[in-house]
């Protein structure tokens, strides 16, 4: 065992309600705490992983809670079970929890109106917005997709919630599942309506203290104060266009950084291994101190969106279904409930099976698929069949992420290919000038030829949204560089910005805590490119017959009309 790990082995049986004594399990022996050990310590040396969190829960025991590795390349601290962890879209089932225990005490009914209780709230048609109800909003069933580029831009969630009638629906109302960070930003807006609230404050009165998790927060600052908590970490060449988890790319640790009072609880929790073992011990029920009632629970475990084709991070195989916060199907001849979570520089992944009082969760301090990975080997080694524990889900993985480059690298490749060797069609202060649209604001061209510093230093980076300024956000000079390597970006590759003295266009909109500024940078004709960290978005002016500048469409944010 690594030392200061916790490891406690169930010594008795579960709950009578939880089938899970191990003389009636009909799986093999699980594994030893040393065949774990050496199982993580082989895993984290493939994945390039700084450090590790695991806990395992197992007979509706905490069968281990542990840390390994180092909580911040280049520094002695050492990852152990209270070290603090952001899990991303794990965070979801505890929003989903909120609303549920808002149901309990009789202040929000499942099938209640969104508009009963937020009378302002619009979504792109009249139909869906008077039809869509409280269940809707945790079930990814509303279609409004993910609307992360609007995360550097709001100023908080009322003010992300009320620019979504400017977007198109991904998909019609219930007619299928589509995974959204959207809804559950508003199941965050919904339980500070109605409990009077902030989403943290409730959350923390209503479940985590009744479960003894002392120390899980969706906030930041106390999180970073914290003695025991780990840094994220990124791939350092900036720009890089490839799969966050690639190995064999240099590393540095980056600023923690979301927009907490617009994105939690769609992610943001941070927590422990010791802790989030108090949270799956209440899911499959052997919590002494339950916060909510086990009907709630079995309702939130309850397939409600079929899924046909499942995530990697979802801990089931074949066709699956979103419950609420959790999706949920067969692995092997189990039902297993989970979810995974990104933020930028941590992944994590939780699944359960409450019917053998089991759940494991892992998160890792740098973009990773090794949660996943942990997550369908331990399901396979404790309840999965003789089929599930022989999969190398190493290897399984390692070709997912390889797949995904290469197709990331040929389109990459086809983009330079067909690009023309021609220069503008105007000269550069034609397009400068303001544009508007509903979705992102105002957008303003400007001509300058003073220096641009990179855009929020070592922000946005590995296709991340949330533009926050970080807690202990490191200075410029520290930001890395370098484009070199995977044909990615055509501008300066020092990081630095372009010098002054070069006459450039610059894009600008109204940020959250400063000015949005990325330089622009030319691809050919009246295409233009900028970079949010690593997010390449593409810039198209539109001209009339007469060459007039007259709209801007841009990547993720559509169609801007020139106003000036």
């Known amino acids: 065992m690594i030392p200061g790990a916790t490891a406690l082995l169930a010594v008795a049986a579960a709950d009578a309600q939880i089938p899970t004594a191990r003389a009636q399990s009909p799986h093999p022996s699980p594994p030893s705490l040393e065949e774990i050990d050496a199982w993580v310590e082989d895993a984290m040396a493939r994945w390039e992983v700084p450090g590790l969190g695991v806990a395992i829960v197992y007979g509706g025991e905490s069968y281990l809670s542990t840390g390994y590795g180092v909580r911040e390349l280049g520094q002695p601290e050492r990852v152990d079970g209270g070290t603090l962890f952001s899990i991303g879209s794990c965070s979801k089932a505890f929003g989903a929890a909120t609303l549920a225990s808002l149901v309990e005490e009789g202040k929000l009914r499942w099938d209640d109106r969104i508009t009963d209780h937020i009378p302002w709230f619009r979504l792109h048609d009249p139909w869906t917005t008077r039809e869509i109800r409280v269940r809707d909003i945790v079930t990814h069933r509303v279609g409004t997709g993910s609307n992360q580029p609007l995360r ?8 992300y ?26 199941t965050g807006h919904l339980v500070e309506t109605v409990s009077g609230t902030d989403w943290d404050s409730y959350a923390r009165e209503r479940l985590w203290t009744p479960l003894g998790m002392t120390t899980t927060t969706a906030r930041m600052g106390p999180a970073n104060a914290s003695p025991n908590h780990a840094e994220p970490h990124a791939i350092i060449q900036r720009r890089f266009i490839g799969n966050a988890a690639t190995t064999g790319m240099p590393l540095e640790p980056v600023p923690w950084q979301y927009a907490e009072n617009v994105t939690v609880p769609s992610g943001g929790v941070i927590t422990s291994a010791d802790e989030i073992t108090e949270w799956m011990r209440f899911h499959v029920g052997t919590h002494p101190n339950p916060p909510l009632s086990r009907s709630s629970v079995e309702l939130m475990h309850r397939p409600h969106t079929v899924i046909a084709n499942p995530s990697s991070w979802m801990p089931f195989e074949g066709s699956g279904a979103y419950a609420m916060g959790w999706s949920t199907g067969r692995f092997g001849d189990v039902t297993a409930v989970g979810h995974g979570g990104n933020a930028l520089g941590f992944n994590c992944s939780i699944a359960l099976v409450p019917e053998e009082g089991f759940g494991v969760w892992a998160t890792t301090n740098r ?3 090794l949660p996943w990975v942990l997550t369908k080997w331990a399901l396979a080694r404790f309840v999965g069949t003789e089929e599930l524990r022989s999969r190398d889900w190493h290897a399984e993985f390692e070709r997912s992420v390889a797949e995904g480059n290469r197709r990331t690298f040929e389109a990459d490749e086809a983009r330079r290919a067909a690009r023309l060797d ?4 105007v000269p550069l202060e034609a397009y400068a000038g303001t544009y508007h649209n509903g979705y992102a604001g105002e957008l303003r061209i400007r001509l300058t030829d003073e220096s641009v510093p990179p855009l929020m230093p070592a922000e946005g980076r590995l296709g991340r949204w949330d533009g926050t300024p970080g807690v202990h956000e490191r200075p410029a000079a520290s930001a890395s560089a370098g484009t070199e390597g995977n044909g990615a970006g055509t501008g300066p590759a020092n990081g630095t910005g372009e010098a002054a003295g070069e006459v450039r266009l610059v894009a600008e909109f109204d940020g959250r805590e400063r000015p949005v500024r990325m330089p622009l940078e ?12 690593d997010v390449r978005i593409g810039v198209s002016f539109v001209l009339d017959a007469t060459a007039r500048v007259t709209g801007v469409e841009m990547d993720y944010y559509g169609r801007f009309d020139r106003v000036r």
Not at 152 to 159: F, I, S
């Open 422 to 425: 021609q220069g503008p069609s």
């Open 522 to 533: 030319h691809w050919h004709v009246d295409r233009f490119d900028m970079w949010f960290g």
């Open 161 to 186: 919630l009320m620019r979504l009638p400017h977007t198109e629906p991904d998909h019609a109302f219930r007619d299928r599942y589509g995974y959204t960070n959207d809804m559950f930003v508003l």
């Open 152 to 159: 550097p831009l709001v100023t908080d969630r009322r003010d």
């Open 367 to 369: 973009n990773s698929e």
